[in-house]
């Protein structure tokens, strides 16, 4: 897998920078991590607008906010791309109205829509709507969930509920990691963003089933609930299986790849307690690990060196260490 880049631009008009100025920063930010598309204001005076998007395999998932804007892909834009790509709206916040062969998606927080980025299209949006962008390669999320072309479901607005809504949790949070975990999400789960976006356009095309028990929607349901739950001290396997609606078995089985269901629960606990060591070294290490879900020191210590080869003392002297060296 290739290194996974990310950036965040923020830009507003001032007075050294004209809403024209700004809008036209802005248009360019919006073509390098969408698609080249021509955008306008919806209205005079000042503009605001900020994106954050992290790029990795032919992915593009980003974070988007910005004053009311109109974006439109024309024919000649589409007739000198270079590539083709699934171009998918998670509303978050405000309305997104866009057209596309001859149909309207009316896009509000809660769902899912996308469009297919070889056609024009035409977009719409209220001030300061805040959505999760995704561009993924079309060849290979078509290979993924066996669709044609004519069988996408683009420019219908499905609303982003049960499995669907795992789906659209999966690339949020991605677009919601902050920069020094970007990578290391994008190296274990970015192998599955293929298969979680074909997932998604086959249960948006009325499919309730799309993969087996242990398929990527899954695993990515375990390992949110783990997400959610891991600083509960009595989480145990069962409990896990139980919530995600699947056998024990099954659920170790949707787990294989990146251990057992136990040592990511320590892994994640330990990424946690790493966390708040750096944030304020100060903190007792009794403290980071009731914060962290461990019932007693002990289980902490034994844990932490397991999975970092230092004791939490150790790790904390060497931040000090390399704090006074700068």
């Known amino acids: 897998m290739e290194q996974a880049v990310f950036g965040a631009v923020e830009i507003s008009s001032s007075s050294t920078l004209s809403p024209r100025q700004a809008f036209e920063q802005w248009e360019a930010l919006m073509s390098d991590a969408v698609a080249p598309t021509v955008i306008e204001p919806l209205r005079q005076g000042h503009w605001h607008g900020q994106i954050t998007t992290t790029q990795f395999d032919g ?21 000198q791309s270079t590539g083709e790509f699934i171009l998918v709206n998670i509303v978050l916040e405000g309305t997104n109205w866009t057209e596309q062969g001859g149909q309207v998606a009316e896009c509000k927080p809660g769902t899912i829509s996308f469009f297919d980025s070889g056609l024009p299209l035409e977009s719409r949006t209220t001030d300061n709507c805040l959505s999760t962008l995704v561009r993924a390669p079309l060849q290979l999320v078509m290979e993924h969930s066996g669709l044609t072309r004519e069988q996408l ?13 795992v789906v659209t949790s999966f690339f949020r949070g991605l677009a919601e990691l902050p920069p020094d975990d970007i990578s290391q999400a994008v190296s274990v ?3 599955d963003a293929a ?15 799309p993969a087996p ?15 959610k739950n891991f600083t509960n001290p009595d989480l145990t396997v069962d409990e896990i299986a139980h919530a995600c609606l699947i056998s024990r078995r099954t659920l170790y089985r949707v787990c294989e790849g990146f251990g ?3 040592a990511i629960v320590r892994r994640t606990r ?5 966390r708040l060591i750096r944030a304020d070294p100060s903190r007792s290490l009794a403290a980071v690990a009731a914060a962290s879900g461990f019932s007693t020191d002990r289980h902490f210590y034994r844990a932490f ?8 003392g150790q790790f904390r002297d060497q931040l000090g260490a390399r704090s006074r060296g700068r």
């Open 153 to 165: 479901p683009t420019a219908t607005a499905v609303p982003a509920v049960g499995a669907l809504g």
């Open 195 to 209: 298969g979680m976006m074909a997932s998604a356009l086959l249960l948006a095309t009325g499919e309730t089933s």
């Open 189 to 191: 789960f970015g192998t």
């Open 305 to 312: 060196r397991e999975e970092t080869g230092l004791t939490p």
């Open 270 to 274: 330990i990424a946690h307690a790493r």
């Open 59 to 79: 992915f593009a998932v980003s974070r988007m906010q910005a004053s009311a804007q109109r974006a439109l892909r024309t024919k000649r834009m589409v007739a």
């Open 213 to 227: 028990s242990d398929s990527l929607y899954t695993r990515q349901q375990v390992l949110a609930y783990i997400r």
């Open 260 to 262: 057992e269901p136990g």
